[in-house]
């Protein structure tokens, strides 16, 4: 005779689930910026207004992190914008080699930028994901222009 054990979920002392499936989204975190445009002339990586607090249920877990950021700005030619995905301050992910938005010609381009990144944080600390921006070249560069939202998203998955 062989027995079946069948269960919905598996919880803790403090009623947290915990059993997964490998793949499985553990819970997701989203941060809106529409509260105007914002710009910076910096050449260092600065906060972007984007930012997310996230404790892993897991130190096993997997996040990904996806950031859109909406109506990027520059105003003159030859310039460009640097964008990052951060975990506590360090990059994880940066444009920095991609120099967006430069154009040799013209003025005011305005432009769209996604980014994701994928992390293995081995830790059940809290972790602070923000998307950085910086001007590469020194000049104004602006996002979130004409108060077109921007986003920040963070997934975490079971490993």
């Known amino acids: 005779m062989t027995s079946l054990l069948k269960v919905d979920e598996i919880q803790d002392a403090a009623g947290k689930k915990i059993l997964q499936n490998t793949g499985s989204i553990l819970q997701v975190k989203n941060h809106t910026l529409d509260g105007g445009s914002q710009s910076t002339t910096s050449t260092s990586l600065v906060a972007s207004g984007l930012t997310i607090d996230i404790t892993p249920t897991s130190s096993t877990s997997k996040f990904l992190i996806l950031a859109s950021m909406h109506e990027c700005f520059i105003a003159d030619a030859q310039k460009a914008i640097g964008i990052a995905i951060a975990k506590d301050g360090t990059r994880l992910y940066d444009t920095d080699s991609a120099t967006l938005g ?8 305005y432009f769209n930028v996604n980014l994701q990144a994928y992390d293995s944080p081995s830790t059940t600390d809290t972790i602070t994901y923000t998307v950085m921006v910086r001007s590469i070249y020194g000049s104004s560069v602006a996002w979130n222009s004409d108060n077109t939202p921007t986003f920040l998203t963070v997934m975490e998955i079971s490993a």
């Not at 430069?102 to 381009?109: D, K, L, P, S, W």
């Open 102 to 109: 430069y154009i040799t010609g013209a003025t005011n381009n």
